[in-house]
Nanobody, 122 residues
Framework: QVQLVESGGGLVQAGGSLRLSCAASGRTISIYNMGWFRQFPGKEREFVARITWNGAGTEYADSAKGRFTISRDNAKNTVYLQMNSLKPEDTAVYYC???????????????WGQGTQVTVSS
């Protein structure tokens, strides 16, 4: 099992930027496809972005396209989510997750971090 710890969340004004990090331990993430999800209060987790094990492929939810960028550094065992032009509706808990399959559904990921809160003020 790989353990994941997210960081980098916080409070930012609308239009600002944050970079989330997901540090892995216990196992190399180079064998995993990685994803970022977010969860609004009272809602199910939703897909934000994913990246292949080698970084060659990425995919974004429509809400993230053009504003968010997922990347990874396997040497540092870390995945990132750069979030620009943030909006109040991006306010959520953000989770990173690891999967040995390639999907956008949360059940396809079997290793999760504890989440980091992102709050965007208007």
């Amino acid at each position: 099992q790989v353990q994941l710890v997210e960081s980098g969340g916080g409070l930012v004004q609308a239009g600002g930027s944050l970079r989330l990090s997901c540090a892995a331990s216990g196992r190399t993430i180079s064998i995993y496809n990685m994803g970022w999800f977010r969860q609004f209060p009272g809602k199910e987790r939703e897909f934000v972005a994913r990246i292949t094990w080698n970084g060659a492929g990425t995919e974004y939810a429509d809400s993230a396209k053009g504003r968010f960028t997922i990347s990874r550094d396997n040497a540092k065992n870390t995945v990132y989510l750069q979030m620009n032009s943030l909006k109040p509706e991006d306010t959520a808990v953000y989770y990173c997750a690891a999967s040995q399959s390639w999907g956008t559904q949360d059940y396809q990921y079997n290793n999760w971090g504890q989440g980091t809160q992102v709050t965007v003020s208007s």
